[in-house]
């Protein structure tokens, strides 16, 4: 999926959070957004995502303007593990067949499989570990085969091996020409997967950078 957001301005009330950013990614291209708290990353991906409302002619999917999709297909997204709540009891099951719009199938215990959640999967989602939770919502993303892939700090207090199962998807994935756009801190784990990187900074100046310029990253931030 082709990605072109162009002179995208955001802010919440009378505070600014996003200032004339302006990017493009092609098919299956893996973008790392980096910056420090508070510099718009997560705000960023809302926009991508019409959590909050943009302008027109801002943000465009495959050539089609946001505002136009009336539902986003082929997008998977896997939020911060923060803002996941439950006030009801869903198992790991439920969780992810309420999520595939077909029949379960190969594909379905496919994904299963590759986040190793055979053993959790009649286990209620409110009594999983953290990297546990972490799988689980990567593979709720996965199930209808996004072409665009959208991750908000995803390594953020979960344990190695989750994060070993992550890397290992995420290259799978690029492999196989998904677009990718993952907000994050860790600038090491960035660096293994990124063609590029958006630089986010406390003046709301941003920067877009190829992946062969990871050292210039720490100038901007």
């Known amino acids: 999926m082709r990605i072109n957001v162009n002179d995208l301005t955001f802010g919440y009330t009378q505070r600014p959070v996003l200032k004339n950013v302006t990017f493009s990614l092609t098919s299956g291209e893996f973008l790392s957004v980096v910056g420090k708290n508070g510099t718009g990353k997560s705000t960023l991906i809302k926009c991508l995502l019409k959590i909050v409302a943009v302008p027109n002619n801002t943000i465009f999917f495959d050539d089609i303007d946001i505002n136009a999709l009336k539902r ?50 009649n286990e209620n989602i409110n009594n999983l570990s953290g990297g546990q939770l972490q799988r689980v919502l990567i593979a709720r993303a996965l199930l209808n085969k996004p072409k665009l892939l959208i991750l908000d700090e995803p390594t953020v207090s979960i344990d190695n091996e989750s994060i070993l199962a ?56």
Not at 88 to 116: C, G, M, Q, W
Request: charged share 25%; glycine share 2%; aromatic share 16%.
């Open 166 to 221: 992550l890397n290992n998807i995420l290259k799978k994935l690029h492999n196989e020409l998904t677009t990718i756009i993952l907000s994050t801190h860790d600038l090491e784990f960035a660096r293994e997967h990124s063609d590029c990187y958006l630089v986010l900074n406390e003046k709301y100046e941003h920067r877009f950078l190829s992946g062969k310029d990871y050292d210039d990253v720490f100038k901007y931030i």
């Open 72 to 121: 986003f297909y082929h997008v998977g997204y896997v939020p911060q593990k923060s803002e996941i709540t439950y006030e009801f009891p869903i198992t790991v099951n439920e969780f992810l067949s309420y999520a595939y719009l077909k029949r379960k199938d190969a594909y379905f215990t496919s994904v299963i499989n590759a986040l190793d959640l055979n053993p959790i999967y």
